[in-house]
């Protein structure tokens, strides 16, 4: 299922000079925040878990995941350039699954190593509060893949419309509106780091179970839309 030549392939994409500036862009900023507030406010457990769960997890996850997700298919597809893979006698399910693991990786490494990094400066993990939003952006970025890369065979305008979605949904109504909280990637998972971290340190709208199964399910369903848009998706003289 895995193909090294394909994931070598989506590596380069993701990872070119300007996806790399964004990418690498984020976690700085998380990290200059966390550097500042431990500075001016000292080791303090209800700070460290307002700013990893304000910034980390409600914008910097999602927004990392647009530009892997997307990144990992998106620019093949608008420029053409994906008939010559397609070409390949290569099972469009395995290109798929070889794009969301890189995505996923890519994901992972620019969000989760920050986010553990950056909760240690800020109360070197006093309540688990590193640990457990280091849990909350890996699962995440699972789910945050899966869905911008279907994202990326569907629309043309991927990245914009994952930017709407990562700054509105999740950072502005996935935050403060209780109805959308419970449709919410960040939401399902800070219901894992509720479990993790000192009690009332961490809240979510969603009960643990049903949390996991949301983010099961549409990491599931939406890896196999995006193998079933990509396995239509004629060459060109395809009849």
Known sequence: MYNPTVARLTYRAVLGRRRAAILFVLPAVLLAIA?????????????????????????????????????????EIDDGSIVYLLAKPVKRSEIIFTK???????????????????????????????????????????AYSAMFLLLGTVSRNAVVIGLIYALLWETLFG??????????????????????????????????????????????????YAGQKLRVLKLAGDE
């Open 35 to 75: 550097v500042a507030v431990r500075s001016f406010n000292g080791v303090d457990d209800r700070i460290a878990a307002d700013v990893l769960g304000g910034f980390a997890i409600a914008a910097m996850v999602p927004l990392i995941g647009v530009i892997a997700g997307t990144g990992s298919i998106g620019p």
């Open 100 to 142: 969301l693991i890189v995505a996923i990786a890519v994901t992972m490494a620019f969000s989760a190593i920050p986010t553990f990094i950056a909760g240690l400066i800020l109360n070197g993990n006093g309540q688990q509060v590193a640990i457990a939003y280091t849990v909350a952006a890996l699962v995440a970025s699972i």
């Open 175 to 224: 935050s403060v509106v209780p109805g959308a909280r419970t449709l919410s990637v960040q939401q399902w998972s800070l219901a894992l780091a509720e479990r993790i971290a000192g009690e009332g340190l961490i809240g979510s709208d969603v009960g643990l179970p049903l949390a996991l199964a949301l983010l099961a399910g549409v990491t599931v369903a939406a890896t196999w």
